[in-house]
């Protein structure tokens, strides 16, 4: 939809794509954009709108619920779920305008969670529907990142290693890749808790170990490194980076 918006826009302007994207984005990725066979940033995509002096309140009319609208929502669930804040996530819960109804159902296991509430097999159906997801989009990659807890591991494992297979075989965005890097994070802590994983454990630390070497993503190659010094015995090495890392 994104996509679709954008060469709308680039056409009204009688600009090409070279005119649209120069010193601003790479053509070819913009390319890919415009015909939704890859994700653009809310960040990039704010460039590119200010880079032409287009309002992105005019942007974004007709959306409806926007892709900047569903950035904030995933903001503000995962703060008020990681700060244990029930009562923001009840009042999104009851108030919110979700055009993703999916997001609703991650807001309300949530707070059974947080409630000490358990889960049931509607829950657990819900989880599974991800199982045969192709399109790894930011919003499918948040959902799941919610509910990784809620597989058996066996079918952890093979979800998990078709989203980092996926991932590293197509040009990503970066908030996409942050969000693969939690779930590689967050798979690292279940392998850690189950027996016999060390394979698995092996592949969460490579794939980490691939990510961007930029400021925005050395936190999770510092974790991919912690969890390395465990796997490999090396307990004061790994008491170290927990340190830094602020781990009890």
């Known amino acids: 939809m994104i996509g679709e918006r954008l060469k709308e826009v680039r056409c009204s302007l009688h600009f090409s794509q070279k005119q649209m994207t120069e010193k601003v984005l790479d053509r070819s990725f913009y390319s890919r954009v415009e015909n939704d066979c890859s994700e653009i940033s809310v960040n990039d995509?704010?460039?590119?709108?200010?880079?032409?002096?287009?309002?992105v309140a005019n942007f974004l009319e007709g959306f409806g619920a926007t892709s900047t609208d569903v950035l904030i929502f995933?903001?503000?669930?995962?703060?008020?779920?990681?700060?244990?804040?029930?009562?923001?996530?009840?009042?999104?819960?009851?108030?919110?305008?979700?055009?993703?109804?999916r997001m609703k159902e991650v807001v309300r296991i949530l707070i059974k969670r947080l409630n000490g509430v358990g889960l049931n097999a509607k829950d657990r159906k819900f989880s599974y529907s991800f199982l045969n997801e192709e399109n790894w989009n930011i919003e499918n990659l948040w959902l799941v990142l919610h509910m990784l807890d809620l597989y058996e591991f066996a079918d952890l494992k093979v979800l998990v290693e078709t989203i980092f297979h996926k991932i590293m075989h197509k040009k990503t965005d970066e908030y996409s890749m942050q969000l693969v890097a939690q779930?590689?994070?967050?798979?690292?802590?279940?392998?850690?808790?189950?027996?016999?994983?060390?394979?698995?454990?092996?592949?969460?630390?490579?794939?980490?170990?691939?990510?961007?070497?930029?400021?925005?993503?050395?936190?999770?190659?510092?974790?991919?490194?912690?969890?390395?010094?465990?796997?490999?015995?090396d307990q004061k090495g790994a008491d170290k980076i927990a340190s830094l890392l602020g781990r009890n």
Request: hydrophobic share 45%.
């Open 74 to 101: 995933q903001s503000q669930i995962t703060n008020a779920y990681l700060n244990k804040d029930v009562a923001v996530l009840q009042n999104l819960y009851a108030n919110a305008n979700f055009a993703d109804a």
């Open 45 to 55: 995509l704010i460039k590119l709108l200010h880079h032409h002096r287009i309002p």
């Open 183 to 233: 779930i590689a994070l967050k798979y690292l802590e279940i392998c850690f808790k189950n027996q016999n994983t060390i394979n698995e454990i092996e592949s969460a630390i490579t794939f980490l170990q691939k990510i961007p070497k930029t400021t925005n993503f050395a936190i999770y190659r510092i974790a991919a490194e912690y969890y390395n010094r465990l796997v490999n015995y």
